[in-house]
DNA sequence: TCCATATTTCAATGATAATGGAAATATAAA
DNA sequence: TTTATATTTCCATTATCATTGAAATATGGA
Protein backbone atom coordinates (compact mmCIF):
# COMPACT_ATOMS: atom_id res chain seq x y z
CA UNK A 1 0.00 0.00 0.00
CA UNK A 2 1.31 3.36 -0.59
CA UNK A 3 1.70 6.08 1.75
CA UNK A 4 -1.08 8.23 -0.36
CA UNK A 5 -3.42 4.89 -0.28
CA UNK A 6 -3.58 5.20 2.87
CA UNK A 7 -4.12 8.50 3.90
CA UNK A 8 -6.92 9.07 1.75
CA UNK A 9 -8.47 6.07 3.90
CA UNK A 10 -7.21 7.36 7.12
CA UNK A 11 -8.80 10.85 6.12
CA UNK A 12 -11.95 9.33 5.22
CA UNK A 13 -12.40 7.46 8.58
CA UNK A 14 -10.95 10.78 10.47
CA UNK A 15 -14.82 12.36 10.51
CA UNK A 16 -17.05 11.79 13.36
CA UNK A 17 -20.10 10.77 10.57
CA UNK A 18 -18.05 8.52 8.54
CA UNK A 19 -16.57 6.54 11.55
CA UNK A 20 -19.65 5.72 12.93
CA UNK A 21 -21.26 5.15 9.11
CA UNK A 22 -17.83 2.72 8.94
CA UNK A 23 -17.99 1.02 12.12
CA UNK A 24 -21.61 0.29 11.54
CA UNK A 25 -20.63 -1.10 8.67
CA UNK A 26 -17.69 -3.10 10.25
CA UNK A 27 -20.17 -4.64 12.64
CA UNK A 28 -23.05 -5.41 9.80
CA UNK A 29 -20.78 -8.08 7.69
CA UNK A 30 -20.89 -8.76 4.46
CA UNK A 31 -24.55 -8.64 4.22
CA UNK A 32 -23.99 -4.82 4.71
CA UNK A 33 -26.89 -2.35 5.55
CA UNK A 34 -29.37 0.36 3.12
CA UNK A 35 -28.19 4.38 2.77
CA UNK A 36 -31.94 4.80 4.55
CA UNK A 37 -30.88 2.61 7.43
CA UNK A 38 -28.11 3.56 7.90
CA UNK A 39 -29.61 7.55 7.99
CA UNK A 40 -31.79 6.44 10.33
CA UNK A 41 -29.44 4.99 13.08
CA UNK A 42 -26.39 7.41 12.96
CA UNK A 43 -29.21 10.49 12.23
CA UNK A 44 -27.76 11.43 9.29
CA UNK A 45 -29.46 13.45 6.77
CA UNK A 46 -29.58 11.99 3.59
CA UNK A 47 -27.65 14.70 1.69
CA UNK A 48 -24.74 14.43 3.96
CA UNK A 49 -25.00 10.80 4.20
CA UNK A 50 -24.41 10.31 0.40
CA UNK A 51 -21.24 12.85 0.87
CA UNK A 52 -20.19 10.67 3.22
CA UNK A 53 -20.40 7.57 1.40
CA UNK A 54 -18.95 8.55 -1.24
CA UNK A 55 -16.23 9.73 0.89
CA UNK A 56 -15.65 6.38 1.96
CA UNK A 57 -16.06 4.58 -1.54
CA UNK A 58 -13.81 6.64 -2.94
CA UNK A 59 -11.33 5.38 -0.12
CA UNK A 60 -12.05 1.59 -1.04
CA UNK A 61 -13.49 1.54 2.08
CA UNK A 62 -16.92 0.54 1.32
CA UNK A 63 -18.26 -0.98 -1.60
CA UNK A 64 -22.51 -0.85 -2.81
CA UNK A 65 -24.64 -3.49 -5.03
CA UNK A 66 -28.26 -2.16 -5.37
CA UNK A 67 -31.03 -4.30 -5.31
CA UNK A 68 -34.22 -3.04 -6.07
CA UNK A 69 -34.54 0.74 -5.14
CA UNK A 70 -32.00 0.29 -2.22
CA UNK A 71 -28.41 0.57 -2.60
CA UNK A 72 -26.47 -1.41 -0.13
CA UNK A 73 -23.64 -0.38 1.63
CA UNK A 74 -20.77 -2.76 3.09
CA UNK A 75 -17.49 -2.41 4.23
CA UNK A 76 -14.65 -3.35 2.59
CA UNK A 77 -12.93 -5.94 4.85
CA UNK A 78 -9.33 -6.39 3.06
CA UNK A 79 -8.89 -2.75 2.29
CA UNK A 80 -9.32 -2.69 5.84
CA UNK A 81 -6.70 -5.35 6.90
CA UNK A 82 -4.65 -3.57 4.33
CA UNK A 83 -4.77 -0.22 6.06
CA UNK A 84 -3.58 -2.00 9.48
CA UNK A 85 -0.92 -3.95 7.66
CA UNK A 86 0.24 -0.51 6.82
CA UNK A 87 0.40 1.44 9.80
CA UNK A 88 1.86 -1.12 11.92
CA UNK A 89 4.59 -2.29 9.17
CA UNK A 90 7.83 -3.47 9.86
CA UNK A 91 7.17 -2.35 13.67
CA UNK A 92 10.59 -1.80 16.31
CA UNK A 93 12.26 -2.72 13.12
CA UNK A 94 11.31 -5.57 12.48
CA UNK A 95 11.99 -7.73 15.65
CA UNK A 96 9.99 -10.43 17.00
CA UNK A 97 7.03 -8.31 17.44
CA UNK A 98 3.47 -9.42 17.43
CA UNK A 99 3.07 -8.18 13.74
CA UNK A 100 -0.35 -8.87 11.99
CA UNK A 101 0.35 -11.55 9.31
CA UNK A 102 -2.98 -13.19 8.91
CA UNK A 103 -6.30 -10.33 8.70
CA UNK A 104 -8.29 -9.72 11.46
CA UNK A 105 -11.53 -10.19 9.59
CA UNK A 106 -11.71 -12.19 6.73
CA UNK A 107 -15.55 -10.46 6.32
CA UNK A 108 -17.01 -14.00 5.63
CA UNK A 109 -18.23 -14.55 9.45
CA UNK A 110 -21.75 -15.03 7.81
CA UNK A 111 -20.77 -18.05 5.68
CA UNK B 1 -12.53 4.22 23.07
CA UNK B 2 -14.47 6.97 22.32
CA UNK B 3 -15.65 8.08 18.86
CA UNK B 4 -14.04 11.12 19.32
CA UNK B 5 -11.26 10.10 20.52
CA UNK B 6 -10.43 7.90 17.41
CA UNK B 7 -11.05 10.72 15.21
CA UNK B 8 -8.85 12.84 16.50
CA UNK B 9 -6.35 9.31 16.16
CA UNK B 10 -7.29 9.08 12.64
CA UNK B 11 -7.27 12.65 11.51
CA UNK B 12 -3.80 13.07 13.37
CA UNK B 13 -2.38 10.04 10.45
CA UNK B 14 -4.37 11.65 7.65
CA UNK B 15 -1.79 13.77 6.38
CA UNK B 16 1.22 12.69 4.56
CA UNK B 17 3.71 14.27 6.67
CA UNK B 18 2.71 12.74 9.53
CA UNK B 19 1.31 9.20 8.64
CA UNK B 20 5.45 9.16 6.98
CA UNK B 21 6.59 10.41 10.84
CA UNK B 22 4.11 8.12 12.74
CA UNK B 23 5.63 5.37 10.32
CA UNK B 24 9.24 6.03 11.21
CA UNK B 25 8.41 5.68 14.79
CA UNK B 26 6.30 2.72 14.62
CA UNK B 27 9.47 1.54 13.06
CA UNK B 28 12.08 2.89 14.99
CA UNK B 29 10.45 1.21 18.41
CA UNK B 30 10.49 2.30 22.20
CA UNK B 31 13.93 4.01 21.83
CA UNK B 32 12.65 6.69 19.54
CA UNK B 33 13.97 9.18 17.46
CA UNK B 34 14.97 13.06 18.06
CA UNK B 35 13.47 15.84 16.19
CA UNK B 36 16.38 16.61 14.42
CA UNK B 37 16.64 13.36 12.83
CA UNK B 38 13.22 12.81 11.97
CA UNK B 39 13.53 16.45 10.13
CA UNK B 40 16.37 14.87 8.16
CA UNK B 41 15.26 11.48 7.24
CA UNK B 42 11.41 12.58 6.35
CA UNK B 43 12.75 16.07 4.32
CA UNK B 44 10.17 18.15 6.67
CA UNK B 45 11.42 21.54 7.43
CA UNK B 46 12.18 21.91 10.91
CA UNK B 47 9.01 24.52 11.72
CA UNK B 48 6.32 22.08 9.69
CA UNK B 49 7.96 18.94 11.79
CA UNK B 50 6.99 20.53 15.17
CA UNK B 51 3.60 21.34 14.11
CA UNK B 52 3.29 17.99 12.85
CA UNK B 53 4.40 15.97 15.93
CA UNK B 54 2.38 18.93 18.10
CA UNK B 55 -0.69 17.50 16.41
CA UNK B 56 0.89 13.70 16.89
CA UNK B 57 1.24 14.02 20.88
CA UNK B 58 -2.27 15.67 20.85
CA UNK B 59 -3.76 12.70 19.36
CA UNK B 60 -1.83 10.38 21.86
CA UNK B 61 -0.50 8.48 19.80
CA UNK B 62 3.66 10.00 20.22
CA UNK B 63 5.07 10.73 23.48
CA UNK B 64 8.48 12.71 23.90
CA UNK B 65 11.05 12.69 26.16
CA UNK B 66 13.72 15.19 26.44
CA UNK B 67 17.69 13.90 26.35
CA UNK B 68 20.52 16.43 26.53
CA UNK B 69 19.39 18.98 24.18
CA UNK B 70 17.56 16.74 22.42
CA UNK B 71 13.77 15.97 22.27
CA UNK B 72 13.16 12.28 21.37
CA UNK B 73 10.13 11.25 20.27
CA UNK B 74 8.05 7.62 20.17
CA UNK B 75 5.24 6.05 19.13
CA UNK B 76 2.94 5.07 21.71
CA UNK B 77 1.92 1.70 21.29
CA UNK B 78 -0.81 1.24 23.34
CA UNK B 79 -2.23 3.68 22.06
CA UNK B 80 -2.14 2.34 18.55
CA UNK B 81 -3.19 -1.00 20.00
CA UNK B 82 -6.63 1.01 21.19
CA UNK B 83 -7.79 2.44 17.51
CA UNK B 84 -7.17 -0.99 15.92
CA UNK B 85 -9.19 -2.83 18.08
CA UNK B 86 -11.76 -0.08 18.07
CA UNK B 87 -12.00 -0.18 14.54
CA UNK B 88 -12.70 -3.53 13.81
CA UNK B 89 -14.55 -4.17 17.09
CA UNK B 90 -17.29 -6.50 16.89
CA UNK B 91 -16.49 -6.83 13.60
CA UNK B 92 -19.45 -8.61 11.82
CA UNK B 93 -21.97 -9.13 14.76
CA UNK B 94 -19.17 -10.55 17.05
CA UNK B 95 -19.37 -13.71 15.50
CA UNK B 96 -16.07 -16.26 14.95
CA UNK B 97 -13.97 -13.12 13.10
CA UNK B 98 -10.54 -13.09 13.65
CA UNK B 99 -10.47 -9.88 16.04
CA UNK B 100 -7.94 -8.80 17.43
CA UNK B 101 -7.75 -10.01 21.11
CA UNK B 102 -3.73 -9.20 21.95
CA UNK B 103 -1.96 -6.37 20.93
CA UNK B 104 -0.17 -6.19 17.47
CA UNK B 105 2.91 -5.03 18.99
CA UNK B 106 3.81 -4.65 22.71
CA UNK B 107 6.24 -1.95 21.86
CA UNK B 108 9.50 -3.73 23.98
CA UNK B 109 10.27 -5.61 21.08
CA UNK B 110 14.34 -3.85 22.00
CA UNK B 111 14.14 -5.87 25.88
C1' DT C 1 28.84 34.16 31.05
C1' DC C 2 28.76 33.66 26.10
C1' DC C 3 27.94 30.96 22.19
C1' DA C 4 26.24 27.28 19.28
C1' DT C 5 22.74 24.13 18.54
C1' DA C 6 17.91 22.04 18.99
C1' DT C 7 13.38 22.91 18.97
C1' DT C 8 9.16 25.57 19.25
C1' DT C 9 6.06 29.54 18.58
C1' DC C 10 4.18 33.15 15.75
C1' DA C 11 1.83 35.00 11.86
C1' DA C 12 0.13 35.48 7.19
C1' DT C 13 -1.32 33.04 3.24
C1' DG C 14 -3.48 29.57 0.61
C1' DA C 15 -6.01 25.41 0.29
C1' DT C 16 -9.42 21.92 1.45
C1' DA C 17 -13.51 19.95 3.90
C1' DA C 18 -18.39 19.81 6.24
C1' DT C 19 -23.22 20.93 6.18
C1' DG C 20 -28.03 20.33 4.69
C1' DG C 21 -32.12 22.04 2.05
C1' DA C 22 -33.96 21.94 -2.49
C1' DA C 23 -34.05 19.99 -6.89
C1' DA C 24 -32.88 16.13 -9.88
C1' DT C 25 -32.66 11.26 -10.88
C1' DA C 26 -33.85 6.38 -10.58
C1' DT C 27 -36.62 2.52 -9.63
C1' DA C 28 -40.63 -0.14 -8.91
C1' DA C 29 -45.34 -0.73 -7.55
C1' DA C 30 -50.30 0.61 -8.37
C1' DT D 1 -48.41 6.08 -16.97
C1' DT D 2 -48.77 8.01 -12.60
C1' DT D 3 -47.18 8.01 -8.02
C1' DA D 4 -44.41 7.09 -4.02
C1' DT D 5 -40.06 6.10 -2.29
C1' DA D 6 -34.74 5.88 -2.26
C1' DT D 7 -30.80 8.11 -3.18
C1' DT D 8 -27.81 11.48 -5.22
C1' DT D 9 -26.32 16.02 -7.01
C1' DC D 10 -25.96 20.93 -6.60
C1' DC D 11 -24.78 25.01 -4.24
C1' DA D 12 -23.63 28.52 -0.97
C1' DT D 13 -21.95 29.12 3.53
C1' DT D 14 -18.92 28.25 7.25
C1' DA D 15 -15.15 26.25 9.41
C1' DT D 16 -10.76 24.04 9.78
C1' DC D 17 -6.03 22.71 8.33
C1' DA D 18 -1.12 23.06 6.01
C1' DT D 19 2.98 25.64 5.07
C1' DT D 20 7.29 27.83 6.34
C1' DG D 21 10.49 31.82 7.28
C1' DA D 22 11.70 34.57 11.03
C1' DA D 23 11.89 35.29 15.80
C1' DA D 24 11.81 33.35 20.43
C1' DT D 25 13.12 29.94 23.81
C1' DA D 26 15.82 26.29 25.98
C1' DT D 27 19.80 23.70 26.96
C1' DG D 28 24.51 22.44 27.49
C1' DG D 29 29.44 23.16 26.42
C1' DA D 30 33.55 26.34 26.16
Redesign the interface.
Known sequence: ME??T??TA??A????SR??V??LL?????EGLPAGKISEIAGIPPSSLSFHLKELSYAGLVTSRNESRFVIYSANFSA?NEL?A???????????????T??????N??D
Not at 89 to 97: D, I, K, P, R, V
Open positions: NKAVLALAQELAYRVQAGTMLFLTENCCGGQACLSITPVCDGCD
